[in-house]
């Protein structure tokens, strides 16, 4: 069945950087969007990138555009979230997650599948 196992979360100081990591099983990663969400406490999960299926493109919220990159490796089934010049506002549990569509949605509703996440705190 499909699953996601995240990694890569801590605890780092605000304008420091983290690599989540996301490996994905029971599906083929290359022909699905695969996002990454996070839900700080009180809060709504929120889309923040996504690699669509077969065309590959990215998208991104506009609260992390310029600072975090998503990128896909086919070759290990999975999936890496960089995240640069953290802030305190990005602290929240990360998770993987599909919808087995193959365009990108920041829409939660629509996901199927999604890991146990990992937690990133952006503190001093």
């Known amino acids: 069945q499909v699953q996601f196992v995240e990694s890569g979360g801590g605890l780092v100081q605000p304008g420091g950087s983290l690599r989540l990591s996301c490996v994905a099983s029971?599906?083929?990663?290359?022909?699905?969007?695969v996002a990454w969400f996070r839900q700080a406490p009180g809060k709504e999960r929120e889309g923040v990138a996504c690699f669509s299926g077969r065309e590959g493109g990215t998208s991104y919220a506009d609260s992390v555009k310029g600072r975090f990159i998503v990128v896909r490796d086919t070759a290990k089934s999975s999936m890496y979230l960089q995240m640069n010049s953290l802030v305190p506002e990005d602290t929240a549990v990360y998770y993987c997650?599909?919808?087995?569509?193959?365009?990108?949605?920041?829409?939660?509703?629509?996901?199927?599948?999604w890991g146990r996440g990992t937690q990133v705190t952006v503190s001093s």
């Open positions: 029971g599906f083929t990663l290359n022909w699905y969007a």
């Open positions: 997650a599909t919808d087995l569509g193959s365009k990108c949605t920041f829409d939660s509703r629509t996901y199927d599948y």
